[in-house]
């Protein structure tokens, strides 16, 4: 009989999609000192059974949680497991699921996470999830969307005023991101959700072309990405707009203030460098 292999040095784990015919392997792999795990703990009923039981792991850091989410999805290995400073949700989940189990045990027994990565299912995110994200006061990165996650359509019609109210209580706050985020075009003849793809808004001229929008909606949303420097002190890049901006500040002796710049002429999902950024970087 076949003893299982043992893997003393690994320290970082992607497991998608791999099946197993029992636990042994999966022992085998989460034991020691794993520091990065992506998994879906509900990939199938060995994955859930597993997961379920499997306990704290003490060295672990960060958790990519890459599957879909239902609403009575098992908390019990991240219950487990308090530790982590990074915890990521690649897929987006019912808000019931976020906002009456998984941020109530964030808020209560998550004392070290530092980064957050959160999807709504809905078309919106309430006041009062915002409230209970704004309570994990040691977060430095924060990303969140909504709505539809894949193709042309768009159907998160964010409201940055909400957001500063809640979130500019987050004062260690350095980068934060929102995607799938949209904007009203205010014209009657263009559908809301086609706002990236029709590039016009009432604001411009009739006769505007698409490199006028473009930098209309620039402008916009580096206005926005303003307004949240002035309201979280220690905020240094945002991405909302399909724009990824920095922030720069003045000292009191040139006057204060802050100054956002985009660091792109062009719009870009970017969507493996914030996968990256708020999960793990693998090889």
Not at 193 to 207: A, I, K, Q, S, T
């Amino acid at each position: 009989m076949e003893s299982t292999p043992q893997f003393p040095r690994l320290r970082s784990l992607k497991l998608q999609t791999v099946l197993f015919s029992d636990y042994s392997m999966l022992d085998a792999l989460l034991e020691g000192d794993l520091r990065e795990l992506e998994v879906d703990p509900g990939h199938d009923s060995l994955y859930s059974e597993f997961f379920e039981q499997r306990g704290t792991m003490p060295a672990l850091t960060t958790l990519v949680w890459d599957g879909k989410i239902k609403a009575d999805q098992s908390l019990s290995f991240l219950q487990a497991n308090t530790q982590l400073s990074k915890l990521s949700f690649q897929w987006e989940a019912p808000g019931v699921f976020l906002e009456t189990r998984l941020l109530p045990l964030l808020t209560k027994s998550f004392r070290h996470l530092t980064s957050l990565s959160l999807k709504w299912e809905g078309d919106s995110i309430p006041g009062s999830a915002l409230e209970a994200i704004s309570s994990l006061e040691i977060l430095q990165q924060l990303h969140l969307s909504a709505g539809h996650q894949h193709g042309w359509r768009y159907s998160w019609f964010i409201d940055h005023a909400l957001m500063r109210s809640r979130l500019k209580k987050l004062t260690s706050l350095r980068r934060m991101a929102f995607t799938r985020d949209i904007y009203d075009n205010e014209v009657e003849w263009s559908a809301p959700e086609r706002y990236y793809e029709d590039r016009f808004h009432n604001d411009l001229d009739l006769d505007a072309d698409e490199d006028e929008w473009e930098t209309w909606h620039c402008e916009s949303m580096l206005s926005e990405a303003r307004n949240y420097a002035m309201e979280i002190p220690d905020l240094e890049w945002v991405y909302f707009g399909q724009l990824y901006m920095r922030v720069s500040r003045k000292d009191e002796s040139q006057g204060g203030g802050a100054h956002a710049f985009a660091l792109s002429k062009e719009r870009d999902q970017w969507w493996t460098y914030l996968r990256e950024m708020f999960g793990w970087k693998g090889i």
